[in-house]
């Protein structure tokens, strides 16, 4: 095969405010895999958080020589070479990971869910992202939200009780929160969980420390709410130690490498009757459509990622109704939007 990598600055369409950090774009990497006429479409998407960037991603594919690999249906050898040359680089991982998807999809004419015996059908609602942000902007970005079924929000400062009141001034829908391990006292996270609880908050994701599972089992015990493993579930190794600590996880590509091992962690999650929740981050609907293609496996979906962006240089995966529904062309179901 022949590979390709372009660094692409994603552009937000507001300012994404977490707990800890502020930011208006996100670095990305667009791959490509060339082979027998055939061209896979890849992404990595790199929030600072994760550690990668735009030349560690550069770094690691300039060390790889994908001219060895010349039948790309032998996934299982391809991928597991990549992710044995070093530790990290999750997200460059997954771009090469889904970009040879969208090759053997386009080889076999078929798209991805089809292949994993899915039906698009069953796509779960996707939840839209509410960052944190004043209560003004709050309410216009509720109001824009106006086509999904269920928000997500982000928590983690003293405001949080404000956000979700603002959030209820304009609208009722089920919201999933994400505190994204801002919160430290376990009785504090009770008494909070128990608010949100009233207030038609459906699910808590992360929140306690990644590390910090004796709260978080505490906390499980007691709450009225589900919680949701993310920044503790990095990948499949993750998964089994968090049962009885979490109710479910937050599985995204760029964590765990790309589509075969989300595939994986959601059947090692089903075997720990445990809930699976697909999310991503600001990501082009290149990222987007190909975790779409596994979202009839999962109870939620988080996947409004290219939702935020303003340059997207891809369509695939559509939303109807609130769904998200996986292309039906083949591979991951995307095509480069035409510029002018
Ligand atoms: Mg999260």
């Keep these: 095969m022949q590979l390709r990598f372009s660094p692409l600055t994603l552009e937000l369409r507001h300012a994404f405010t977490l707990a800890a950090s502020s930011r208006t774009t996100t670095p990305a990497m667009l791959v490509e895999l060339e082979h027998d006429g055939l061209t896979g479409y890849g992404e990595a998407a790199m929030p600072p958080y ?10 690691f594919f300039g060390c790889l020589n994908a001219s060895r690999w010349t039948d790309p249906f032998r996934t299982e050898e391809i991928l597991a070479e990549i992710d044995a040359l070093v530790p990290g680089n999750t997200a460059a991982k997954a771009a090469l990971d889904i970009a040879l998807h969208d090759w053997i999809g386009k080889k076999l004419g078929l798209p991805l869910h089809k292949l994993w015996g899915l039906d698009a059908a069953r796509a779960p609602v996707t939840s839209f992202t509410i960052g944190i942000a004043t209560p003004e902007i709050v309410r216009q970005k509720t109001r824009e939200a106006e086509p999904y079924h269920m928000l997500k929000v982000k928590l983690g400062r003293d405001t949080d009780q ?3 009141e603002t959030i209820r001034e304009i609208t009722d829908k089920p919201l999933l929160v994400d505190a994204n391990q801002g919160w430290t006292d376990r009785e504090d996270a009770l008494r909070m969980s128990e608010w949100l ?14 590390t910090a ?10 709450s009225p709410l589900p919680l949701i493993a993310d920044e503790s579930a990095q990948r499949l190794t993750d998964v089994a130690r968090l049962r009885g600590v979490f109710d479910g996880i937050n599985i995204k590509l760029m964590k765990c490498t790309g589509l075969r091992e989300a595939h994986r ?17 600001t990501e082009t609907s290149c990222a987007i459509s190909a975790a779409a293609q596994l979202a009839p496996l999962a109870d939620w979906a988080d996947l ?3 939702l935020l962006i303003t ?14 529904l996986p292309s039906a062309r083949p591979g991951i179901g995307v095509r480069r939007r035409v510029t002018s």
Excluded: H, Y
């Design 197 to 210: 609880a009233a207030r038609g908050v459906v699910l808590i994701e992360q929140p306690f420390a990644k």
């Design 311 to 324: 340059n997207d240089p891809f369509d695939g995966a559509t939303f109807d109704n609130g769904r998200i």
């Design 265 to 281: 962690m959601i059947t090692a999650a089903r075997a720990l009757e445990m809930k699976v929740m697909l999310g991503c981050m």
């Design 304 to 306: 409004d990622g290219a």
């Design 213 to 222: 599972l004796d709260d978080t089992a505490w906390l499980r015990e007691r």
């Design 162 to 164: 404000q956000l979700i």
């Design 50 to 59: 994760l550690g990668d960037t735009q030349s560690t991603a550069t770094a």
